[in-house]
């Protein structure tokens, strides 16, 4: 009855403060900009199901993308063992589907058992790649420190997590055996004996509650850890990539506010004078400078990304010493619409830190040296999109407070006066062509 009351508490506990943590993240990514991205349903649903579960941009990379794979599959297909645990908890039962599924509940068990062992050796590939081998793209400077601990944090309650499922089925399995029975598990039949064998019927029913507690401690502590880590992906990556941008890479959006008085410009029937049509909207600002000036999509992305640094060693501005990683645009959005966020939800929503995403956690020197190319867009697992961030801020920067390199100042002038980057006139632009 007490471990009954006590399993129950956790539950409400768990899920309660997970769901609070899930309202902070949802809250905090409303904060950005309206954008469009509800039309072609079908696309939408194909990119999701090809991108997000078929994992198909991760096998670029062939040798950490069948080690992920073996992590995700074992960590879907396991909570179906989740789900008979959360029946037994509650309503105080041992096994609930053991007697009506007879040998379908074997297959299932066997089946999650051999998933946790390729789980196991694909925690263990992770850590050895990133604190033995030390893969140069999970070793960059914005890694150290929270981001590795973080990294490596994941990958421990994974080996305590599948501990603890070992532990629970092969206590119970030697159990089983004195009754002379068995469940058949397919890993646990053989390890059970070999570690348990000849404890006491009390000792081994211990190490099975142990076992049990532990997986279900282990399951919620992850769960509630997730929105403070960058596995958080595990659940927003579907929809990220479900609101995906559809536009063909390099297509760069436009201001409504600018085109309109681009055309009114370009249009010799149009009184520059006149009242303006219907309400007028009061242009937002050009540009990004916080957080709060990016869409909602950008946001949800810099939740998203799994800090697995493909965008940045794919990144040519990165490669060649550049102080740019796409990567770390992503975490210092993240960070700062967090710290964003709790200042509203503490202080109220006009409250003005003196802080801002462009200046205290992006400089203009990492924007500069973004050369467009989309190769971060390309390589993201997540189809996250760090170039129009960056593209935002760099608008700011030119549009609002007009900074400009030096070595863009001639090529903006030029455009301004001839209509070309060069420095002679349109109407001499073809007349190389009349030496043939």
Known sequence: MISTILFSLLLLIGFGFFGWNVFKVRSNIRLGRDIERTDNKAERWK?????????KKMFTRPI?????????????ITQIELIEIIIDGVFGTHRFFADSLGGLYTFI??????????????????LARRNLLKVPRLNMKEMNGWPKMDANMILYMEIILVSCIFTMNGADEVLHKMNGESYGFSISSFMGPLFFEGLSEGTLHTLERIGWWGHIVMVFSFLNYLPYSKHFHILLAFPNTYYSNLEKKGKFTN??????EVKLMMDPSADPFAAPVGDVVEPQRFGAKDVTDLTWKNLMDSYTCTECGRCTSSCPANVTGKLLSPRKIMMDTRDRLTEVGDNIRKHGKGHDDGKSLLGDYITEEELWACTSCNACVQECPVNIDPLSIIIDLR???????????TELTGMLTNIENNGAPWQFSPADRLKWADEY
């Open 109 to 126: 068990i066997s089946f999650i058992e051999i998933l946790s062992v390729l789980a196991l050796i694909a925690t263990v590939a992770f």
């Open 255 to 260: 201001m409504d506010s600018v085109t309109t």
């Open 47 to 55: 990119t999701m199901a090809l991108v997000a579960l078929g994992q």
């Open 64 to 76: 950490p993308a069948l080690l992920h794979l073996m992590l995700y599959t074992a960590f879907v």
């Open 395 to 405: 608008r700011f920067l030119v549009m609002e407070e007009s900074k400009v390199p």
